[in-house]
């Protein structure tokens, strides 16, 4: 770090994985396979002590000893990363030397994990390093990676007398024990024959403490290794890739494996950290977290995160009790719309659930329903026809497919300003909104905004691109100005309310790029939240949903050709799976 179960033959092929990875990289696994012999660690292989993220992306699903000390994994900002180094050392005693070779230790234990079993004496090591303390890391992996018989060479991007400190201490312990490094200047020439022939790059050049666009060597250094076809390892955040908030800072070394070490960082969970950083390792560097009170930016849940707040059912529970979903949504030419977000929600389990649209939706319905009943809207008489719905309801998910006309318009508002309960609120129903957001604080009931970057920039006014270089302030900016739960959709979907620290959702699967993906979201937002509080129904909501999308593309070995539809069958299967983790363990 520093600066720088139901029986298993019950459950639908692919369900007894899908807790045990989200992984989304699999044409990168396969061409590290084809062209390294470098695959995922084995089945039974040790896990890192600091969390489930690893196992998740392994193929494994061990509890940690930690899972039972605390809640959630911490996400830290870049200043909170600098506070827990600066704790450590000072505070507590640590060396900064001891916390290095930690962190450079548990990065090569990890590059080792990953090689598997083709981890073949010789194989071919260059790391690349910078002036900073992430270049002080790079120089303890070189020396743990030849102590297990890798041949490994150092290419420094900044000679010995820009080095100080730890990172110049562990400089000389790698020349002192033979140790090659070669220094690059201005020519490249000797940086691109090392790269093209090594086997494996560690990349060691820039930390979380980047905050500028690089530039000159390094700038070529990194682009000419994004070329090459060894396997690319990124120690604590790939360099340029913003900590904080992800964006790309000019350019950007592409991992297949990341390690990052002590916590999280903001940056990597993100659309764009997640594409540069791969497999995502997280490393203790020897001090437990609850001796340095330097907080966190966010909270990564956990399977059991989500078990936690699924509690199961009373035997007692009926329909009734179960809760109620009104569905608006659907216009003509988007009937499909209102049937997935009510499949959403009768899957996450409301007990019952209405569709309410203009009555040539209803018609067109009427033929396709079997478990959601329907209600025709007068719209010469909307506030008459719409009033006893909204009444009976629970929860009122409203928006995919509705419509931006004013018919639309009046009805999302009447729906948003006068629902007692909470309201979910999506795709039209957040155009209806945009640039207004301040009007949702006068809202009767609790609200629940599902945004995707598009939606989010009108709701904002601003550019997509301005969302997506900072979804955290985006999320804070939108939360602020509604007093709403707010889901900003992508990989590693974030979630804000009020008071709350941000959730960050699984990174999922590419396979859900697909059409009516967030309807059966808002649904299954909707059908959790007749039980949950809207925060934690919308974070749960989006856990189970990527999970389910995980659990079709190990069923099918794909990343593409998923249907929504199926996302929401496989809802109460994730469920149980959440529900019997011991079970999932014995697969």
Partial sequence: MHDNPQAAEQRPPGLNVFMRTVSSRSETDSRNVREHG????????????????????????????????????????????????????????????????????????????????????????????????????????????AVRGFSVEAVALAGEERLKGDALANYRAWVGIGGRVHVVGASAEELERLLTASDV????????????????????????????????????????????????????????????????????????????????????????????????????????????????????????????????????????????????????????????????VVDALETRVLEPMTARLDVARLEASLDPLLAAADVVAVGPGVGLDATARALVERAVFTHQGTVVADADALTHFA???????????????????????????????????????????????????????GPCTLVGAPDELPRIGPIGTPALATGGAGDVLTGAIAGLACTLTPFVAAWAGVFAHAMAAEAWSRRTGADRGLLAHEVADLLPHVFAELAAPKRALTD
């Fill in 38 to 145: 470098i695959s995922p660690a084995p089945k039974h292989a040790p896990v890192h002590e600091t969390s489930l993220t690893e196992a998740r992306r392994d193929g494994r699903f061990v509890p940690s000893r930690c899972t039972r000390l605390r809640l959630m994994q911490r996400v830290l900002s870049r200043a909170q990363v600098r506070e827990l180094d600066r704790h450590a050392i000072e505070v507590c005693g640590v060396p900064g030397l001891v916390l290095m070779e930690n962190a450079g230790r548990g990065a090569a234990d990890a590059i080792v994990r990953a090689l598997g079993d083709r981890k073949l004496p010789g194989r071919r090591v260059v790391v690349l390093c910078g002036a900073g303390n992430n270049g002080g890391d790079g120089y303890v992996v070189a020396r743990r990676l």
């Fill in 201 to 360: 790059i560690v990349d060691a050049l820039f930390g979380t403490g980047l905050d500028r666009e690089i530039t000159g060597m390094e700038r070529v250094a990194i682009e000419r290794a994004n070329r090459c076809s060894a396997f690319r390892v990124a120690l604590d955040v790939p360099s340029g890739i913003d900590a904080d908030g992800g964006r790309v800072l000019g350019v950007a070394f592409r991992a297949d494996l990341t390690i990052t070490f002590a916590a999280h960082k903001r940056g990597l969970l993100t659309p764009s950290g997640i594409e540069h950083a791969g497999r995502l390792v997280l490393a203790d560097i020897g001090v437990p977290e609850t001796v340095a009170p330097v907080g966190e930016s966010a909270l990564w849940p956990e399977p059991s995160d989500v078990a936690r707040v699924l509690t199961p059912r009373r035997q007692s529970t009926h329909k009734g009790s179960a809760g109620s979903v009104l569905v608006l949504a659907g216009s003509p030419g988007k009937v499909g719309a209102a049937l997935l977000v009510a499949r959403g929600a009768l899957r996450a389990g409301a007990g019952l659930v209405t569709i309410a649209a203009r009555p040539e």
């Fill in 435 to 489: 640039g207004r957001l301040e009007k949702l604080r006068e809202r009767a009931g609790s609200l629940v905004l599902t945004p995707h970057p598009g939606e989010m920039a009108r709701l904002l006014e601003t550019t997509v691109q301005g969302v997506e270089t900072d979804r955290y302030g985006a999320v804070a900016r939108a939360v602020e100005a509604s007093s709403a739960v707010v889901l900003l959709k």
